[in-house]
């Protein structure tokens, strides 16, 4: 695969992807998908809150509490010399140590937290009304709970991850995180959902204007397989008719200019007036121009080739050439805002063409109220490229005619037509200047001019 080819189907891709968010049924999907998951999430929250409702605080209440009174049974049921022993498997197997609660034991610093409160309050409530938690006692961190034995008072220390398991984080903190997981999965869903139809869409989009479209990857699922599969189809019969009416237009036009050249000798040995040969000269120039346009036509479909050229330098020398012939004639006025060395990577050949096509279009079509053709060109640099306007002080086109204007063949019956000194033409400068444009992967806009004729902008990104 080619440079270029590879750098057209990057950007085909992420003209796929911008398509994919801008579209009406990606959103459509996107909120079905979210919905659904967060809905789910929902009831399943709402289930488990059903099935236990009991605050973390009371679980853990209970917890405690059973283990007191198995500790106080299990020490009260044993012998002194026993309860060592008992402690200290208490200690290794569940992490539970007893210690004797001293007057002097320093309390850690600090008013409890709001779920320690709530769980003493609890066990205040299930052991005693003495009963005291703690998060840290002479320096040792840990969950302390006090309780009474045979009139004496002892700490329960258990690991604080008992709380921490109980406690965990908080539903709302539960809910916006399942909720922000399930919009991601749903973007994603609706992303891989969406991006096929989107890429199709583009294509279909490209090929309608004429542009060059790469094929589509046949796979993925059946039915989405067989719609890029016809696509393909599709896309290369057009490609096939197109080269045939190329390659027919470039024979027909090859096979014309014989005859034409021969004609013309003999009109010029026929012995007629000079006002009658003239005429008849002229009409067999501008059906040779004509003949020209289809070559011109014809070979567009070939790659176009990138140099460094003084676009201005181009420009100039070819408005000097009609300005000369224009105002021989005194028919037309050409000013041309060209700035001095401008650069620009493509086909001076192509280059020419597109500026010669906007100036004989306006001096065919754009005589204004005056008798005369005020045509006006400018070139500047743009982001990728060049910028090339030609605006005239003609009729202009209307704007529901703009896009049959950029066709081949697009013969108005409008004010600009036959208005010109050269009569009708062909109907493929404005075309030609489209395709010369496309190859480029640039753009062709027409509006109308501030001289309240025509205004043409051409965009020509260099070659990569």
């Given amino acids: 695969m080619s440079a270029d080819q590879t750098l057209a189907d990057r950007r085909f891709r992420w003209a796929a992807a911008l398509d994919t968010l801008r579209a009406g049924f990606f959103w459509r999907t996107f909120l079905l998908f979210a919905g659904l998951v967060i809905a789910s999430v929902l009831a399943i929250l709402a289930s488990y809150r059903l099935l236990d409702p009991a605050p973390p605080e009371q679980r ?3 917890e405690i509490t059973s283990i ?4 106080r049974s299990a020490l009260l049921g044993s012998t002194p010399a026993r309860r060592l022993p008992l402690l200290e498997q208490l200690a290794e197997e569940e992490g539970l140590r007893v210690l004797p609660l001293e007057p002097s034991d320093r309390i850690g610093p600090g008013p409890l937290p709001e779920q320690l409160l709530a769980l003493e309050a609890r066990l205040q409530q299930l052991l005693d009304e003495d009963t005291r938690v703690a998060r840290q006692v002479n320096d040792e961190s840990g ?3 006090s309780f009474s034995l045979s009139g004496d008072a002892y700490w329960l220390v258990l690991p604080y991850e008992r709380l921490e398991r109980q406690f965990g984080p908080r539903l709302t903190t539960i809910v916006w995180v399942t909720g922000l997981l399930s919009l991601i999965g749903a973007f994603v869903l609706s992303w891989h959902a969406d991006r096929p139809l989107a890429a199709i869409a583009l294509a279909l989009n490209r090929l309608g204007r004429g542009e060059k479209v790469h094929a589509l990857p046949e796979d993925g699922p059946p039915r989405l397989a067989a719609v890029r599969r016809n696509f393909n189809r599709m896309r290369a019969d057009l490609a096939a008719i197109e080269e045939d009416r190329s390659v027919a237009l470039a024979g027909i036009s090859h096979d014309l200019r014989s005859p034409l050249t021969r004609l013309r000798l003999e009109v010029e040995m026929a012995g007629l007036s000079d006002a009658t040969q003239q005429a008849m000269v002229d009409d067999i120039e501008r059906i040779d121009a004509i003949v020209g346009q289809f070559v011109e036509y014809a070979r567009l479909g070939e790659p176009a080739r990138g140099v460094e050229v003084d676009a201005a330098a181009e420009l100039r020398g070819l408005v000097d050439r009609y300005r000369s012939g224009a105002s ?11 700035p ?3 650069r620009w990577r493509g086909d001076p050949v192509d280059l020419r063409r597109v500026g010669a096509n906007l100036i004989e279009n306006s001096l065919r079509h754009a005589v204004g109220p005056d008798g005369r053709v005020h ?17 005239d002080n003609g009729p202009g086109i209307a704007p529901e005619l703009h896009a049959c204007a950029l066709r081949p063949f697009g013969r108005l019956d409008a004010a600009r037509t036959d208005h010109g000194q050269q009569g009708a033409g062909s109907g493929l400068g404005l075309a030609i200047v ?3 444009a496309r190859r480029y992967d640039g753009d062709v806009q027409l509006e109308s001019s501030k001289q309240g004729g025509l205004r043409v902008s051409v965009e020509l990104p260099d070659t990569r």
Avoid: C, P
């Fill in 434 to 436: 489209s395709r010369i």
């Fill in 340 to 342: 001095d060395s401008l």
């Fill in 328 to 338: 021989g004639d005194g028919v037309a006025t050409i000013v041309a805002d060209l």
């Fill in 143 to 145: 969950l302390w709970v």
């Fill in 375 to 391: 045509i006006r060109m400018g070139l500047s640099s743009s982001q990728r490229g060049i910028h090339l306007v030609v605006e």
């Fill in 60 to 62: 853990l209440a209970w």
């Fill in 68 to 71: 007191v009174n198995l500790t």
